[in-house]
């Protein structure tokens, strides 16, 4: 999927960004994928959305169910439909 030496393709980058995000990318890969951001602006709307998106995931206060919080709801769940049919 690469286009010569140091310029990747949009895909290419866009598989870099995801990687950096998570600390998983080679120097290398880092150093392609800045030469494509400073001419390449899909490039950088990528990396800007990525960026917010991770940012808001680590901000989240999620709270999941327990496993024994989800079996309980699925048998509530399957009594309910039961009822129904």
Known sequence: MKKGFLFISCEEAKHICDKSQYNEATLWEKIELNIRYTWCKFTRA????????????????VDCLQNNEREVLKKVFEKELTKQG
């Open 46 to 61: 990528y990396v800007k959305k990525n960026k917010q998106l991770t940012s808001m995931v680590k901000k989240s206060k």
